[in-house]
């Protein structure tokens, strides 16, 4: 059997670790690159998604995810956290869904998702889905 693997950088640690069948390697390199990208596990990452109810007036749609993205982008927060990504997933016709993944660093001690955010998340209104590793949250 062959296998055919597009590479951006095929001189990589991880696609020679893949070539050589080395999982050490591969977790090595792996884990190196996470540390440094400040990804999991070295992050938590909790996704939301704004699914708005159809019978809400679009302006109360838009304040909803406006006040969750200003929390996350507020200097007033948690500073363990931090806004990786929104952006709005399209329906076809309206907004079907609202995505917003928030990152929160993980430090000596700290392997825990902070209390101000949990009662955050935990306040959220039904709208919202919290998707947040059971670990931590």
Known sequence: AQLLIQAFEPSSPFIKAVIDNDYDAFVDSELVQRK??????HTQSIHLLYRPNPRVPAGDQRSSINEVIGYFSSPAKDQ???LLLHRPMHGKNQLSVYEVIIRVAQGAGQDETPASLREYL?????DWIVDAEPLFF
């Open 36 to 41: 440094k990208n400040n990804w999991p596990p």
């Open 80 to 82: 363990r956290c931090s």
């Open 122 to 126: 935990q306040h959220l209104p039904n």
